[in-house]
Structure formats: C-alpha cells, structure tokens
C-alpha cells in the first residue's frame, strides 16, 4: 500500500538559486504591493480625517494631508524604482558579473605576489649559493 522510500528529486545547486531568486523577486513585489494598498487605504483616511471630521484644522499648515500624503507618494515612487527598475540594473546577472570581475582580479594579484615570492626565495637562494661557494681562508694563518 504505502511505499517508505522517499522519492524526493534533487535539485541541483544553479536550480537552486535560481529558486531562491525568483522567491526573493516574487516577495521584493509582493511587498510593493502592500506598500501599495497601504498607501491607497492610508490617503483615503488622510483625506477623510482632514476635511469631513475637521482634524487637523489647527495645523500651521492648511491642507497638510495633501503635503503628507505627496511624501508618501515620493517614498512610494522610491520603493517602486528599486523593485522594478534597480533590480533590472543591479540583478542577479550584475552581481554574477561584479563577482567574477573581483575574482579575475584577486587572482591575478595572487600570481603577482606568488611570483614576487618565487624571485625573493631564488635570490635568497643564489646568495646562501654564492656564500658557500666562496673559498675559506685557511685557519693557519
């Protein structure tokens, strides 16, 4: 009837981050969404709170549900620019691309310093060479 193997499929390590990158993108607009139907939801109480029940009517400034919510706009417009237009610039592809130009550069600078060393350890070998190969003065004189 009930089968104990456990018939799971691997996923290999690029499926995999591919997986978490799609996840990490579908919450990144998820939550611009939400921003979204916040601020929607936030302006309509702005609006009523101001003008039909009269809070706010002390304020220094007239209007200032129109000023609150123009900065909300702003915040709104920013959080939409790094979803949707940041992460098509900046994205997985940028980094892979960022990461991979750092580590050409690393391993270059790696042979670099592992051939200074090779030149210092030679020389210091031809000088400990030249040293032995220098006759001794006898010790009768």
Known sequence: MFSKTNKTARIDPEQREQYEYARKRVRQKKL???????????SIVLIIINPVLGIGKDFFI????VWA?????LFFLIH??????????????????????????????????????????????????????????????
């Open 69 to 73: 919510i123009l900065i909300w706009v």
């Open 32 to 42: 611009l969404m939400r921003h979204f139907v916040l601020f929607l939801a936030g």
């Open 80 to 141: 939409l620019f790094n979803v949707l237009v940041m992460s098509k610039f900046m994205g997985k592809e940028w980094e892979d691309r960022q990461i991979e130009k750092l580590k050409a550069k690393q391993e270059a600078r790696i042979a670099e310093l592992e051939k200074e060393v090779r030149k210092e350890v030679i020389t210091e070998e031809v000088k400990k060479k030249k040293e032995n190969d220098i006759p001794q003065p006898p010790e009768d004189l």
């Open 62 to 65: 007239k209007d200032w549900f």
